[in-house]
């Protein structure tokens, strides 16, 4: 019983993550070891439409990015699978969106890694007005 309910728990918990991730304004491209994408936030599939969007969840994340990148990526993800003290390296910065971009490793519960994204910090304030409901 005490199995079931927690794997109940995960479930239930996994709705409020995916959520979360959805929500994001910045895109969110989350892939396997194996570098292939396997989930696309709205945000993600909306930037990457005029490359194919949603369509490219199962492909290669190395097929969308230059030789040079390829290697870069994975040599970011042996760094990753060095150490459990490993997860996050800053990689470029945007001028044109004033936006730096790092890599950060997703593991699981007992710390084994199991895939990575790109995370997106956009550096120009926010233009809302503070507690502005906006429909």
Request: include cysteine; aromatic fraction near 12%; charged fraction near 35%.
């Amino acid at each position: 019983m005490e199995k079931e309910n927690k794997i109940e728990g995960i479930k239930e918990y996994s709705a409020f993550f995916k959520s979360v991730v959805d929500q994001d304004r910045c895109a969110v491209v989350i892939c396997n070891l194996q570098h292939e994408i396997i989930y696309m936030n709205p945000a993600a599939v909306s930037r990457y439409g005029k490359r194919g969007g949603a369509k490219l969840i199962g492909q290669s994340l190395l097929d969308c990015h230059g030789e040079e990148s390829g290697k870069r990526i994975k040599q970011i993800v042996g760094w990753f699978a060095e150490s459990k003290e490993h997860n996050m390296i800053y990689t470029f910065h945007n001028e044109k969106e004033n936006k730096d971009v790092y890599m950060v490793a997703l593991r699981d519960d007992t710390g084994r890694l199991i895939g990575y994204y790109e995370k997106h910090e956009y550096r120009d304030p926010e233009k809302i007005k503070q507690y502005e409901f906006i429909e």
